[in-house]
């Protein structure tokens, strides 16, 4: 079992930034592939970012990319994921999620509770 709990949500204006931290508890969590997905009012949950278990390889959503960067501490049981540029589209509950297969909506093993990121236009 593992235990994950997000925090770094909240208000900000279009053009800022957050960071995201997302606390593993329980397994060894350099064992798990990490990922942060979003799901806004009214849609679907959908992929963020993921980053692989030991080499640390991320990937990123078309709409993030060069925008968001996931990264992780092995050490702290931590992954992070550091959002600049902030538009209103990126307002949503974040996820962080585990898993030791492939990182999509439907592969996870364990997820967290979320934390809510709302931008202001």
């Known amino acids: 079992q593992v235990q994950l709990v997000e925090s770094g949500g909240g208000l900000v204006q279009a053009g800022g930034s957050l960071r995201l931290s997302c606390a593993a508890s329980?397994?060894?969590?350099?064992?798990?592939?990490m990922g942060w997905f979003r799901q806004a009012p009214g849609k679907e949950r959908e992929f963020v970012a993921a980053?692989?278990?030991?080499?640390?390889?991320?990937s990123y959503a078309i709409s993030v990319k060069g925008r968001f960067t996931i990264s992780r501490d092995n050490a702290k049981n931590t992954v992070y994921l550091q959002m600049n540029s902030l538009t209103p589209d990126d307002t949503a509950v974040y996820y962080c999620?585990?898993?030791?297969?492939?990182?999509?909506?439907?592969?996870?093993?364990?997820w967290g509770e979320g934390t809510l990121v709302t931008v202001s236009s």
């Open positions: 980053i692989s278990s030991r080499s640390g390889t991320p």
């Open positions: 999620a585990a898993t030791d297969t492939r990182v999509t909506t439907t592969t996870m093993h364990y």
């Open positions: 329980g397994r060894t969590f350099s064992n798990y592939h």
